[in-house]
């Protein structure tokens, strides 16, 4: 974590640059302030990497010696076959589309956002792929 954590302060200073000159340059508000603002973040991950860099044991990613298979494990579990990503995108788009065609698309909209959470996240709870 100790590279991430430089990676992020390296863009924060890259960032924080383009802000100053951008701002003298362009004289525009919105621009300068959204690259100030993602200086900002950008220090704040640096910042939460290499502090938890600090607690944690040496990653295979921060060692010299270390092969691509030393960090090799298990990541976790991801459905291979859900729907829900689809329906929760297609309520996301529609939602948008309310937003730029008028707010009564939100009545639409709403329902098929709310299935689709409901769904992704009681999907193995029940049927065949149960889990819990």
Request: net charge negative.
């Amino acid at each position: 974590m100790k590279l991430q954590g430089k990676m992020f302060f390296g863009l924060a200073v890259f960032l924080l640059a383009t802000a100053i000159v951008y701002g003298l340059w362009a004289k525009e508000p919105a621009g300068t302030t959204a690259l100030f603002l993602t200086f900002g973040l950008s220090g704040m991950i640096g910042f939460y990497l290499s502090f938890t860099a600090r607690r944690v044991d040496t990653g295979a990613q921060d060692r010299e010696d270390a092969d691509v298979a030393d960090d090799a494990g298990e990541l976790g579990f991801f459905s291979p076959h859900s729907w829900q990503p689809l329906m929760l995108a297609s309520g996301g788009a529609l939602a948008f589309l309310g937003i730029i065609f008028g707010w009564w698309l939100l009545y639409f909209a709403s329902p098929v956002i709310l299935v689709a959470i409901f769904g992704w996240v009681f999907e193995y709870y029940r049927g065949a792929d149960q889990r819990y």
